[in-house]
Structure formats: structure tokens, C-alpha cells
Nanobody, 129 residues
Framework: LVRPVESGGGSVQAGGSLRLACAGS??????????VGWFRRGPGAEREAIAT????????YYTDSVKGRFRLSLDNSKTTVFLLLHAVDPEVTGLYYC????????????????????WGQGTQVAVSP
């Protein structure tokens, strides 16, 4: 069973940046033709989809609150998905999860929690004012 492993979380001041990484663990995992998603659970909030990427063509989705500030990217081997958090504010504080094996329809990723079958343990991001 392949599960993603997140890294890169930490504490940062408002206005700063962090880069989160999501890599597959266990047996070799073929990212192609799959969706990878990043979700966030903020303090006292439900877990929500932040961004998704369709590995095959790199098409991305961002929730409105992070558009223009967060950016997804792939390493050259397509085995690690990065989420750059730029110009952060305290509202982005939370536990960030990577999810894999997302549902793809028409080359676009679904964004519901039930649409992904593999979840990491999460990496904590804390933004101070």
C-alpha cells in the first residue's frame, strides 16, 4: 500500500513562505494519470481542499482563498508534488494533508475527500502575525 508522506511544514511569520512536499512511500508508485491533492484542516474547521494537480498534464486547481499565493509543482521525475505557500497570513495555519489516487474525469481532478484513496499523516503549518 502506497501512502504519501508530507514534509516541509513549520512555523513562519506572516508574509513569509514555505514549501511543502508530498512523496509516495512504499512500493513504486506511478503518479501518471492520477490526481494529487492538498487539503487543510484549520483550527476548529473542517478539512478542505486547497489545491489539486492532474499529474498527466499538470492541470491545477486552487481554492479561491489561495489563488495567486499558493503554487503546485512537480519534480522532474514526477515522484514529488510541491505546494509553495507564498505571502502567508495566519488564516493559512493548519494541518496540511497530501492525498493521492484522486478521481479524474475529463482530465480534471475532483476535490472531495472521498475522491482520494491514499492520505498522509499531515504536516503542520503555523503562521504568526
Amino acid at each position: 500500500l502506497v501512502r504519501p508522506v508530507e514534509s516541509g511544514g513549520g512555523s513562519v511569520q506572516a508574509g513569509g513562505s514555505l514549501r511543502l512536499a508530498c512523496a509516495g512511500s512504499g512500493s513504486a508508485y506511478d503518479w501518471n494519470y492520477s490526481c494529487v491533492g492538498w487539503f487543510r484542516r484549520g483550527p476548529g474547521a473542517e478539512r478542505e481542499a486547497i489545491a489539486t494537480i492532474y499529474i498527466n498534464d499538470g492541470h491545477t486547481y486552487y481554492t479561491d482563498s489561495v489563488k495567486g499565493r499558493f503554487r503546485l509543482s512537480l519534480d522532474n521525475s514526477k515522484t514529488t508534488v510541491f505546494l509553495l505557500l507564498h505571502a502567508v497570513d495566519p488564516e493559512v495555519t493548519g494541518l496540511y494533508y497530501c492525498a493521492i489516487d484522486g478521481v479524474v474525469v475529463g482530465g480534471r481532478c475532483y476535490t472531495g475527500e472521498d475522491d482520494f484513496s491514499g492520505w498522509g499523516q499531515g504536516t503542520q503549518v503555523a503562521v504568526s502575525p
